[in-house]
């Protein structure tokens, strides 16, 4: 399913447990990425796909606005191309807008649980109905 709308997808990628690819439209390259919440911290982990079932390490999203980082463990350099294109696309969502050249995609699984999506808006924003809840209560604290 592709995001269309950057809160939508700035939810589903801060849910928990999100897995979602990215895919320019100019250059049809892609990248699948994990985000998954740290226990007890306002921090989430960054993993890139490499091989079918293997992520590496690329770095952190913290910090109010959330913003995403490199840190002394990553696995990639700055200017590598996949850590651009997250910066990138999570750089827009969070100011509100997709770029009409990219595509965000989810698997079809809740992004905080992982459980199989099939209740169309559930579909559509990426994210269960009892998952959202719990989502929405948390964004609402730290609004």
């Excluded at 939810?11 to 892609?30: N, V």
Aim: hydrophobic share 35%; proline share 6%.
């Amino acid at each position: 399913m592709n995001f269309s709308s950057a809160v939508l997808a700035r939810e589903f990628i801060l849910a928990g447990d999100a897995l979602f690819t990215l895919r320019s439209l100019r250059t049809d390259q892609h990248y699948t990425f994990k985000v998954q919440k740290a226990q007890n911290a306002e921090r989430w982990f960054v993993k890139l796909l490499v091989s079918p079932d293997e992520f590496k390490y690329m770095g952190t999203i913290d910090g109010s606005p959330p913003a995403f980082r490199l840190t002394g463990k990553s696995q990639y350099e700055p200017e590598s191309t996949p850590v651009r294109a997250f910066k990138f696309a999570f750089g827009w969502v969070c100011q509100g807008s997709i770029p009409t050249d990219l595509e965000i995609k989810h698997s079809g699984k809740c992004g905080r649980c992982g459980k199989t999506l099939t209740n169309p808006i559930s579909i559509d924003r990426g994210i269960g109905p009892e998952c959202y809840i719990i989502v929405e209560n948390r964004r609402e604290r730290h609004s």
